[in-house]
T-cell receptor, first 110, second 114 residues
């Protein structure tokens, strides 16, 4: 049973074309939802942590939001350098491990 | 302000050999986690360690795989008698402590088994 599902699998945008990535989760006792960015051949780079429904965080062109069932990563006026795979992960209950989704591959064309 | 360091970055082994992957956590971090990313798959948790203790190894294969985090030195993920299915990217992450939830990842070790 998938606990973390990301959509779409891949997304192509023109530079400046805003969009949103979705992360839905089915875990009990959410301890945190995490967004990472991963470039090819590199490790995941931390972006945001969200803990409770209604919480929002922003960093440059990125904004992450959280509800009881899903999280969105909004990208406003993206640039080619925003091209990467965006990973969503959750931590549940008393566990310390991150449960990752399969990611959304974002390509921003100039 | 060094981040999580892993070495080697690339490792080639023949079937049956041993692979040793090393991870140095961020300065001040005492919690280490290992994850594996198989080709075309997501990151999967393997093991969580604190200094000299294995806390959770629920994601580690029961045979051939072991991990340690000694009092001095880096954390080591050891794979004995490697098989082709072990080819993957292995990532190490570290966190500050129990109350600090965020895990920061290293650049990974890409293991190729011939």
């Amino acid at each position: 049973e998938d606990q973390v599902t990301q959509s779409p699998e891949a997304l192509r945008l023109q530079e400046g074309e805003s969009s949103s990535l979705n992360c839905s989760y089915t875990v009990s006792g959410l301890r945190g939802l995490f967004w990472y960015r991963q470039d090819p051949g590199k490790g995941p780079e931390f972006l945001f942590t969200l803990y409770s429904a209604g919480e929002e965080k922003e960093k440059e062109r990125l904004k992450a939001t959280l509800t009881k069932k899903e999280s969105f990563l909004h990208i406003t006026a993206p640039k080619p350098e925003d091209s990467a795979t965006y990973l969503c992960a959750v931590k549940e209950g008393s566990s310390y491990k991150l449960i990752f989704g399969s990611g959304t591959r974002l390509l921003v064309r100039p | 302000n060094a981040g999580v360091m892993q070495n080697p970055r690339h490792l080639v082994r023949r079937r049956g050999q041993e692979a040793r992957l090393r991870c140095s956590p961020m300065k001040g971090h005492s919690h280490v986690y290992w994850y594996r990313q198989l080709p075309e798959e997501g990151l999967k948790f393997m093991v969580y360690l604190q200094k000299e203790n294995i806390i959770d190894e629920s994601g580690m294969p029961k045979e051939r795989f072991s991990a340690e985090f000694p009092k001095e030195g880096p954390s080591i993920l050891r794979i004995q008698q490697v098989v082709r299915g072990d080819s993957a990217a292995y990532f190490c992450a570290s966190s500050l402590g129990v109350s600090e939830e965020t895990q920061y990842f290293g650049p990974g070790t890409r293991l190729l088994v011939l």
